[in-house]
């Protein structure tokens, strides 16, 4: 089994800083890229950003200059700093990592099997005005 599970989040002033983590743990041969999206109720869930095992780094134009991620490849971790938050930035933000995680193989042997999308449950992140 993989988890992926999101920390932080909560309720700041317009102005104020946050700090989200997202760690992912369990049966993993490899992690790709990992990355935050939000999601407003009603609303599809949009890319916020993403870094890969290298550590390239995308940011979506709406957070540019305010939010960055970063990654741990040893701890299997990533942050997304949240400065200057705007009323706009309040979402559910979810953590997604893109991992191959190991199953069954032929003949009972854990092998490792194709990379898939796995999401965090979600943490609200709400900025009052």
């Known amino acids: 089994q993989v988890q992926v599970e999101e920390s932080g989040g909560g309720l700041v002033q317009s102005g104020g800083s946050l700090r989200l983590s997202c760690a992912a743990s369990?049966?993993?041969?490899?992690?790709?890229?990992m990355g935050w999206y939000r999601q407003v109720l009603g609303k599809k869930r949009d890319l916020v950003a993403t870094?890969?095992?290298?550590?390239?780094?995308v940011h979506a134009d709406s957070v540019k200059g305010r939010f960055t991620i970063s990654r741990d490849n040893d701890k299997s971790t990533i942050d997304l700093a949240m400065n200057n938050l705007k009323p706009e930035d309040t979402a559910v933000y979810y953590c997604?990592?893109?991992?191959?995680?190991?199953?069954?193989?032929?003949?009972?042997?854990?092998?490792?099997?194709?990379?898939?999308?796995?999401w965090g449950q979600g943490t609200q992140v709400t900025v009052s005005s």
């Open positions: 997604n990592a893109r991992i191959a995680p190991y199953g069954q193989g032929p003949g009972g042997r854990i092998v490792p099997t194709p990379t898939r999308d796995f």
């Open positions: 369990g049966d993993i041969f490899e992690i790709n890229t």
């Open positions: 870094i890969t095992t290298s550590g390239r780094t």
